[in-house]
């Protein structure tokens, strides 16, 4: 059974930055896609940042020159790193992966930037 756990998440005052990490356990299989997800109270599920296992990333134009997503495909892990925090960013962060056509979400990790 395919399981990941992100952590990383809290408390941050704005400008501040956060490193969210995703490590898939349960499958020794080859991962095709990495990526982060975000929802904020009374809002949808957005895409924030996604990898591909050949290493093309893709970003919401809202993170874009602020966030950075890189994997170690050897450890099965993906990250997330935050610069220039805003207060819009608060929400959940799922991390998400795609294993043999099969889709997998973490259960998420709270970020909250707050002064």
């Known amino acids: 059974q395919v399981q990941l756990v992100e952590s990383g998440g809290g408390l941050v005052q704005p400008g501040g930055s956060l490193t969210l990490s995703c490590v898939a356990s349960g499958s020794s299989a080859s991962i095709f896609s990495m990526g982060w997800y975000r929802q904020a109270p009374g809002h949808e599920r957005e895409m924030v940042a996604t990898i591909t296992r050949g290493g093309n990333s893709n970003y919401a134009d809202s993170v874009k020159g602020r966030f950075t997503i890189s994997r170690d495909t050897g450890k099965n892990t993906v990250y997330l790193q935050m610069n220039n925090l805003k207060p819009e960013d608060t929400a959940i962060y799922y991390c998400?992966?795609?294993?043999?056509?099969?889709?997998?979400w973490g259960q998420g990790t709270q970020v909250t930037v707050s002064s």
């Open positions: 998400r992966m795609i294993i043999l056509l099969t889709t997998y």
